[in-house]
C-alpha cells in the first residue's frame, strides 16, 4: 500500500513516498490569507462567546405611555459577584440587542445595578444582564470641587452646587446666620437659577436647606432654623461617598444639627446622612431627576422630639424672579398657591418665568415618610409685598415626631427640575414613578462562576 506525507504551508510540497521525484503544488498568498483570518475570527468568536457570560433577564412591565424617564435598580448581590468593571446591560427588542448605560452602587450591604428606563409604547421592556468588558463610554454627569463647593454638571451647564464651606452673610449682618452643608444654585436644565440666598428678608433662608425648628433636646427648647436666636445650627460634617457614572452622579455627606446649650456649650444632637443624586439626562431632554434622601438618628443616648411647628425640615427659598403675577403653584390634591398652605400633598409643583424663558421645580414625598402625604408651608401670595415664595414639606407641621436612640429614620424627597411648563398629568406620571416603579421581574440564568 502506497502511503503519502503531506506537508502544508504557504508554498507546499506535497511527496509522494514511493516515487522518485516530487510533486510541487503552490498555494496562493491570498488562499493562505483568508484561511488564517477565518481561523483568527473563528478564535476571536469563541473567547468572546467564553467570556459574554448571560447572568440574568430582567422584563420590566410599563404602561407604554411613558413621558418620562424612570430609574430602576436591582440587587446585584442576588444575580452575581462579577466585578463592575466586567458588567454590560443590553435592551432586547425584536432580538436586537442595544446597550443600556448602567452603573453600580457598591454599599455596606452589597451592590445594586442602576439603569434608566427611556419612554416607548412597549408594555414589556427586557434587559439582558451580561458578564463581557468594559461599558461603552457615555457623556456623563462631571462632578467637580470648587471654592468650598461640590458642582454637578451636565456639559457646560451647572445643575446644582453643594456648599460644603461654611458660608457667611453680607458684610455688616450678624455673622450668626453663617451655615454650610446647604444647595444653592439649584439651577434648571437651561442654567436658571431656582433658589437663592441672602435674602435681606430672612438672611437664614439657604436655597435649598434641611433644619428643624422647634427641638426638645435634653430639657432645652432648640431651633436650628431661626440661626439670629442662636440657639442651634446645622454643619458640614464631611463626606461619606462622591459618585459619578453613566447613571448618575451625586454625594453623601454627614450634617451634624448642634444644639447651642444655655451654659455656653455646644453638643450635637442630630446625625444625619444627606445623599443627593441627579440621574443623567437625555440630551433632548427638557428636565432632570434629582434625588434627596435624609438619614436621621440621635447622635447619642438622648432622644430628639421634634415639636409641632408650622415650618420645619426640607425647604426652598425660590428665585428673587417669582413673584405672585408671574408664577403658579399647584399640588397633587388641586390646591393652588391660595389654598396649598397647611394641606398636605404627595406633590407640589412651582413653575414660573425666569427672564425671557420658563421653568420649574417639581417636589414628591415618599409614602413612607414620616405623617406622608406630607404637610406643607407655602408662603401667601402678599409675602413681602410682591409674593416671594418659598415652598417646605414640613412632616412636623401638625405633629410631633419622636427620635430615639439606636433607631435610624428616613426621609426621601425627589425633585423635578425643568424647563418651559410642567402639566398636572406630568407631575402625578413623575411621582407615580418615583412612589411605584414599574414591576421588575428577574430570571437568573445558571451561573459560569466558579
Avoid at 67 to 78: C, G, S, V
Wanted: aromatic share 10%; proline share 5%; net charge positive.
Amino acid at each position: 500500500m502506497e502511503q503519502y506525507n503531506y506537508a502544508i504551508s504557504p508554498s507546499t510540497t506535497i511527496k509522494r513516498c514511493c516515487v522518485a521525484r516530487p510533486i510541487h503544488i503552490r498555494i496562493s498568498s491570498c488562499a493562505y490569507l483568508r484561511t488564517y483570518i477565518c481561523v483568527t475570527l473563528f478564535f476571536i468568536l469563541l473567547t468572546f462567546t467564553l467570556q459574554a457570560q448571560r447572568i440574568a433577564t430582567l422584563q420590566v412591565s410599563t404602561s407604554g405611555k411613558e413621558r418620562l424617564n424612570i430609574p430602576m435598580q436591582a440587587d446585584l448581590e442576588a444575580l452575581t459577584h462579577i466585578a463592575d468593571s466586567s458588567l454590560q446591560l443590553f435592551e432586547i427588542v425584536n432580538g436586537k440587542k442595544t446597550n443600556i448605560p448602567c452603573q453600580v452602587e457598591a454599599a455596606g450591604n452589597g451592590r445594586t445595578l442602576h439603569w434608566m428606563i427611556t419612554p416607548a409604547v412597549r408594555t414589556v421592556r427586557t434587559f439582558e444582564l451580561v458578564g463581557s468588558g468594559a461599558q461603552p463610554a457615555v457623556q456623563a454627569l462631571q462632578v467637580t470641587e470648587k471654592d468650598g463647593a461640590l458642582v454637578i454638571a451636565n456639559g457646560a451647564k451647572d445643575l446644582l452646587q453643594y456648599n460644603f464651606k461654611t458660608v457667611y452673610p453680607p458684610k455688616g449682618i450678624d455673622t450668626a446666620y453663617k451655615r454650610s452643608g446647604f444647595i444653592h444654585p439649584l439651577n434648571t436644565p437651561s442654567g436658571h437659577a431656582l433658589t437663592r440666598i441672602n435674602a435681606p428678608d430672612h438672611y437664614h433662608h439657604w436655597g435649598m436647606w434641611n433644619p428643624w425648628t422647634h427641638v426638645l433636646f435634653e430639657n432645652d427648647t432648640l431651633d436650628f432654623w431661626n440661626l439670629k436666636d442662636r440657639k442651634g445650627t446645622v454643619r458640614f460634617a464631611g463626606f461619606n461617598a462622591v459618585e459619578k457614572g453613566n447613571v448618575y452622579a451625586g454625594f453623601s455627606a454627614l450634617h451634624e444639627h448642634v444644639a447651642f446649650k444655655k451654659d455656653g456649650s455646644q453638643k450635637t444632637a442630630i446625625n444625619e446622612v444627606q445623599t443627593v443624586r441627579i440621574y443623567r439626562q437625555q440630551p433632548a431632554d427638557p428636565y432632570y431627576i434629582l434625588d434627596i434622601t435624609s438619614q436621621l438618628s440621635c447622635a447619642g443616648s438622648s432622644p430628639v422630639l421634634l415639636l409641632e411647628y408650622r415650618y420645619g425640615g426640607l425647604g426652598i427659598r425660590a428665585t428673587e424672579l417669582w413673584n405672585r403675577d408671574n408664577s403658579v403653584t399647584l399640588t397633587s390634591e388641586g390646591k393652588n398657591r391660595k389654598e396649598a398652605d397647611g394641606s398636605t400633598a404627595r406633590w407640589c409643583v412651582t413653575q414660573g418665568s425666569l427672564d425671557k424663558d420658563y421653568g420649574g421645580l417639581e417636589m414628591m414625598s415618599y409614602p413612607s415618610n414620616y405623617n406622608h402625604p406630607e404637610p406643607l408651608r407655602v408662603w401667601p401670595e402678599n409675602m413681602n409685598g410682591r409674593g416671594d415664595v418659598f415652598l417646605n414639606f414640613s412632616p412636623t407641621k401638625n405633629k410631633d415626631w419622636l427620635l430615639e436612640p439606636g433607631k435610624t429614620y428616613i426621609l426621601k424627597y425627589r425633585m423635578l427640575v425643568f424647563n418651559n411648563q410642567l402639566s398636572k398629568e406630568q407631575a402625578e406620571e413623575a411621582w407615580q414613578s418615583f412612589a411605584h416603579p414599574p414591576a421588575l421581574k428577574i430570571q437568573k440564568i445558571k451561573s459560569q462562576e466558579k
